[in-house]
């Protein structure tokens, strides 16, 4: 059973910095790419960034040059530094990974969520 688990969420002043992680454990045979969403209230989750197992990183319009996404391939993690925080990024902040498990029909998996609260 694969499992995503992400920790480091909070409140935080406007401007300040979290840094969220998230791992995934079970038995996974591939990580093809881990990413981080958030869903605010009274709206629909949306993409922040992801990584692929080569590298790449991909972001939103709107993080760019304040979030910064990395993994740790050998340990299954993903992290998202968030720097210069703003009231808009308040939401719940979701891991997902694009892997090959032991289910072969399935290859997207969700973590719970992390609060993440930017006060102005």
């Known amino acids: 059973q694969v499992r995503l688990v992400e920790s480091g969420g909070g409140l935080v002043q406007a401007g300040g910095s979290l840094n969220l992680s998230c791992v995934a454990s079970?038995?996974?045979?591939?990580?093809?790419?881990m990413g981080w969403y958030r869903q605010a209230p009274g709206k629909e989750r949306e993409l922040v960034a992801d990584i692929t197992s080569g590298g790449s990183t991909n972001y939103a319009d709107s993080v760019k040059g304040r979030f910064t996404i990395s993994g740790a391939n050998a340990k299954n993690t993903v992290y998202l530094q968030m720097n210069n925080l703003k009231p808009e990024d308040t939401a719940v902040y979701y891991c997902?990974?694009?892997?090959?498990?032991?289910?072969?029909?399935?290859?997207?998996?969700w973590g719970q969520g992390t609060q993440v609260t930017v006060s102005s």
């Open positions: 997902n990974a694009d892997l090959l498990g032991t289910n072969p029909r399935r290859n997207h998996y």
């Open positions: 079970g038995t996974i045979f591939r990580i093809n790419s």
